[in-house]
């Protein structure tokens, strides 16, 4: 199992720019699905989550989705500020068989930078 994070990029304050994670490999469902995000010298923190069945938040400038059908999740970011810039990580709980535990899994992280 494997989770693509992509959409990333260099964009000026007040931009946006909407990233993007792929869950691929083999599995049965997926739970939760998270953003988080990591700027230099600071800790990994929560950004937004994705729970099943409740496929749109809102979060401030952020809304995150999901796309059940494809196995992806979104995060639409506008009206960007520099305190943005860092790594997004997308993260997701799946189920790889049917009677098993559920795994949790991180994507790769793309990075976002917002300058003034």
């Known amino acids: 199992v494997q989770l693509q994070a992509s959409g990333g990029g260099l964009v000026q304050a007040g931009g946006s720019l909407r990233l993007s994670c792929a869950a691929s490999?083999?599995?049965?469902?997926?739970?939760?699905m998270k953003w988080y995000r990591e700027a230099p010298g600071k800790e990994r923190e929560l950004v937004a989550t994705a729970n099943k069945g409740a496929p749109v938040s809102y979060t401030g400038r952020f809304t995150v989705s999901r796309d059940d059908a494809k196995n992806m999740l979104f995060l639409q970011m506008n009206d960007l500020k520099p305190e943005d810039s860092a790594v997004y990580y997308c993260?997701?709980?799946?189920?790889?068989?049917?009677?098993?535990?559920?795994?949790?899994?991180w994507g790769q992280g793309t990075l976002v930078t917002v300058s003034s």
């Open positions: 490999g083999r599995f049965v469902s997926i739970g939760v």
């Open positions: 993260n997701a709980d799946i189920r790889r068989h049917w009677g098993r535990d559920v795994d949790n899994f």
